[in-house]
């Protein structure tokens, strides 16, 4: 076999069992709830049908319905400078390493992470004077 098509190949191999390693992993977790909750739905039944109280259901299995959802955070701007900085330095060395590696064409497109770092940042700067006039919320 000709080494060009083996490794043409090689990539198709991979996303095609990679894909198929997830679609696998998701079915499997799927089949093993399904059963779980088909195991614990015949034991209910037999209870009712005994006239017994049927046992409570564990507390994972619908979600936890005592856990509080998490808080969201007062404050955006940290959040939007993080991912505008990431953005923002990734998209200059994604630029710089295609230009050195021989595509000034190419290149350009990097720049686009960047520009979109540059957004956040300018996102993050608003929200930052929004939230520093606002004043402090009340405690009840």
Request: positive net charge.
């Amino acid at each position: 076999m000709n080494p060009a098509a083996i490794g043409a190949f090689i990539p198709i191999v991979a996303i095609t069992l990679g894909i198929g390693i997830g679609c696998l992993a998701i079915w499997s977790d799927h089949k093993r709830k399904l059963e779980l909750i088909d195991r614990i739905h015949r034991e209910r039944m037999l209870a009712l049908e005994k006239g017994v109280d049927p046992p409570a259901l564990p507390p994972g299995m619908v979600g936890d319905l005592a856990a509080r959802p998490k808080p969201a955070s007062r404050y955006l701007w940290p959040r939007a400078m993080r991912n505008g900085l990431m953005l923002l330095f990734s998209g200059i060395v994604l630029y710089f390493a295609v230009d050195v590696a021989g595509g000034r064409e190419g290149a350009m497109f990097m720049l686009v992470p960047a520009v979109l770092g540059l957004a956040n940042l300018i996102y993050a700067a608003i929200i930052w004077k929004q939230e520093k006039d606002e004043p402090p919320p009340r405690l009840p």
